[in-house]
């Protein structure tokens, strides 16, 4: 992995050099620049419309704060695949925010992979067959905890609550709701290679590899992810662009003080493994003021 490859902007930066730097390189490594929670968080409401964190079906992370938009990043110390936050759920955010408050003395790096270099370093056919595949993601809840989760035994209700996900669904993406079998099952439909945010440009911005087993990475069993035609998305496919990500994945060189502002649309994320506990570093997502047409 290469380090100089993330772009740093340092000292003192306003949130339109921020976003200026975001739009064109689809993230930027804020240094030296005096950076606080509180000063962190002023920047993330200049940038964004930051998401309340729910927990939910994720309950890893703990909340720092009263208004519930700031973070600690997933628990643990395992290392996590490269994947675009929330891309199995409508509503997946337009930026993420990070502040390193305290860095690994031992591995513990973000690592990034730009979706787009990604996809145009794919073989042709490899290339082709991701833009033309549409995924679901299906998360089942058993009888029981679906109740609880919505506070109702109606599927017409939990319907009706997941309607407030019409506003953030583009014109690929479509929400399902099934109780006909055992529990409630809800099913994300997508693209593997949606548009970013800035330019609409196609991307391999998905969490496909958090899909497949891993001997010592972070795998999430809970998630279900199918074509739309409903098979499983070809392995040999997946095998190919994770060969690809990893030539293409840079280590973020984490100091106290730094924040990295990351286009998820474009960008994937995840991390190195580590064992110093210490590690701090806080995460805001959220969707921009005003979107990029794409």
């Known amino acids: 992995m290469h380090e100089d490859?993330?772009?740093?902007?340092?000292?003192?930066?306003?949130?339109?050099?921020?976003?200026?730097?975001?739009?064109?390189?689809?993230?930027a490594l804020l240094r030296d620049g005096g950076w606080r929670r509180d000063s962190f968080v002023t920047l993330g409401d200049a940038l964004m419309r930051p998401t309340a964190y729910a927990g939910g079906f994720h309950r890893e992370r703990d909340v720092i704060g009263d208004d519930r938009t700031t973070t600690t990043v997933t628990r643990g110390t395992r290392g996590m695949p490269l994947h675009r936050e929330a891309s199995y759920a409508p509503g997946s955010p337009d930026l993420l925010t990070f502040l390193c408050v305290r860095p690994a003395a031992d591995g513990g790096?973000?690592?990034?992979?730009?979706?787009?270099?990604?996809?145009?370093?794919?073989?042709?056919?490899?290339?082709?067959?991701?833009?033309?595949?549409?995924?679901?993601?299906?998360?089942?809840?058993?009888d029981g905890e679906w109740q609880r989760t919505f506070g109702t035994d109606d599927p017409a209700a939990v319907r009706s609550a997941l309607?407030?996900?019409?506003?953030?669904?583009?014109?690929?993406?479509?929400?399902?709701?099934?109780?006909?079998?055992?529990?409630?099952?809800?099913g994300f439909g997508t693209r593997c290679t949606p548009p970013t945010r800035f330019g609409?440009?196609?991307?391999?911005?998905?969490?496909?590899?958090?899909?497949?087993?891993?001997?010592?990475?972070?795998?999430?069993?809970?998630?279900?992810?199918?074509?739309?035609?409903?098979?499983?998305?070809?392995?040999?496919?997946?095998?190919?662009?994770?060969?690809?990500?990893?030539?293409?994945?840079?280590?973020?060189?984490w100091r106290a003080g730094d924040v990295l502002v990351v286009d998820n649309s474009r960008y994937l994320h995840g991390r190195q493994a580590f064992t110093d506990t210490g590690r701090s570093v806080l995460v805001r997502m959220g969707h921009l003021h005003q979107k990029e047409t794409t």
């Open 163 to 186: 309607r407030q996900w019409e506003p953030y669904l583009r014109p690929w993406e479509s929400v399902r709701v099934d109780t006909s079998g055992t529990g409630l099952v809800t």
């Open 200 to 253: 609409g440009v196609p991307a391999f911005a998905n969490s496909l590899f958090i899909s497949r087993p891993g001997d010592d990475e972070y795998h999430d069993q809970r998630l279900r992810v199918r074509t739309a035609a409903g098979g499983p998305v070809p392995a040999h496919l997946l095998s190919v662009a994770a060969e690809v990500a990893q030539r293409l994945t840079v280590a973020v060189p």
């Open 5 to 27: 490859q993330v772009p740093v902007l340092t000292g003192t930066r306003t949130p339109a050099d921020v976003l200026a730097a975001v739009a064109e390189h689809g993230v």
């Open 109 to 142: 790096r973000t690592t990034l992979c730009d979706g787009v270099a990604l996809l145009a370093a794919l073989p042709a056919d490899v290339r082709v067959a991701f833009e033309q595949l549409a995924i679901v993601w299906e998360n089942t809840l058993p």
